[in-house]
């Protein structure tokens, strides 16, 4: 079996202790950084840009996994890549352009350390959309809300875009990390596992209870059982 990795999203943070929460969710076993950005246009909510994820970067000692949720993010990429995003994750639904968007991540000349191309898509959309990119990929995300907010309900009827995408992966379709992302906690949590996930990505069910690394330690393992 591979690692189980869980991916804190910094949605549920406190923003005005964002440096401290990255050093309280790293010391508590996370790792990677899940970073939602969010442009008031592809999704209902304004979130953060560029500037956060530079001033995080030094910061944060585990991979920045930066979800963007904007219209035609190949205005962005370049700068996201440059801010320091180790993962950067599109919408197919965002974008006329992805192969091209997927190409200039993997093959960036903008800093030393590699940045991974992911892909992901809304709950409503066919699987299959995403089909003809796989093999451009690293990581794929499964949306088990719809985009926009913290704390929303698990979609289990998702998980099979999971079972699908282990099976498509299993027939040589690509060499991407699962990665399933919006109401994760400890109830859900195992069935993410048991369909086949390899991150889960968690907001909520992290940052909730005082802001200490040992609470969010525990937070953590409840994830990982
Ligand atoms: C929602 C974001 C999620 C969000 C998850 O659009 O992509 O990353 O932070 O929050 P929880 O874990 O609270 O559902
Ligand atoms: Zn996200």
Known sequence: MNKRLIA???LSADFSELGLEIERVTAAGGHLIHVDVMDGNFVPNLTLGMPIVKSIKPKAKLPL???LMIEKP???IEEFIKAGSDYLTLHV???TEMEVCLLKIRNQKI????THPGITLRPGTDIEKIKPYLHLVDLVLVMSVEPGFGGQSFRSDQLEKVRTLVQWRNEGLGKFQIEIDGGVNAETAPLCWDAGCDILVAG???FSGVKTSENYSLNIKKLLV
């Open 74 to 76: 190949e205005r962005y």
């Open 111 to 114: 800093k030393s350390t590699p």
């Open 65 to 67: 996994d930066v979800h």
């Open 204 to 206: 909520s069910a992290v």
């Open 8 to 10: 804190p999203s910094i």
């Open 93 to 95: 639904e965002s974008t």
